[in-house]
Nanobody
Framework: QVRLVESGGGLVQPGDSVLLSCAAS????????VAWFRQTPGKAREFVGI????????VYEDSVKGRFTISREDTKNMAWLQMSALAPEDTAVYFCAVRVAFLNVRAESGYHAWGQGTQVTVSS
């Protein structure tokens, strides 16, 4: 059973960059596709982005395209979400999640494991 732990969140100013980490244990991350979601109070979790295992094909939510980048290093069992040009509307709890199939990736169903989330607050 794969377990995921996110880290790297915090309070940042508009325009700043943040690197979120997702550490996997209990299984090899190479068996999975890694996605990132985010959630604000009172709202459903929102899809942020996902890349295939090789990283050659990625899908991002429109509002983060060109600003957020997903990467991974299977030898370290790690994945990352690099976020730049952050804006207050990016404030949320960010989650990494893993799945096997690159299918219907924007839906929460189909993901085998989720991290506990890390808070990112963008405020001046």
């Amino acid at each position: 059973q794969v377990r995921l732990v996110e880290s790297g969140g915090g309070l940042v100013q508009p325009g700043d960059s943040v690197l979120l980490s997702c550490a996997a244990s209990g299984a090899s991350l190479s068996d999975y596709i890694v996605a990132w979601f985010r959630q604000t109070p009172g709202k459903a979790r929102e899809f942020v982005g996902i890349c295939n295992r090789s990283g050659s094909y990625c899908v991002y939510e429109d509002s983060v395209k060109g600003r957020f980048t997903i990467s991974r290093e299977d030898t370290k069992n790690m994945a990352w979400l690099q976020m730049s040009a952050l804006a207050p509307e990016d404030t949320a709890v960010y989650f990494c999640a893993v799945r096997v199939a690159f299918l219907n990736v924007r839906a929460e169903s189909g993901y085998h494991a989720w991290g506990q989330g890390t808070q990112v607050t963008v405020s001046s």
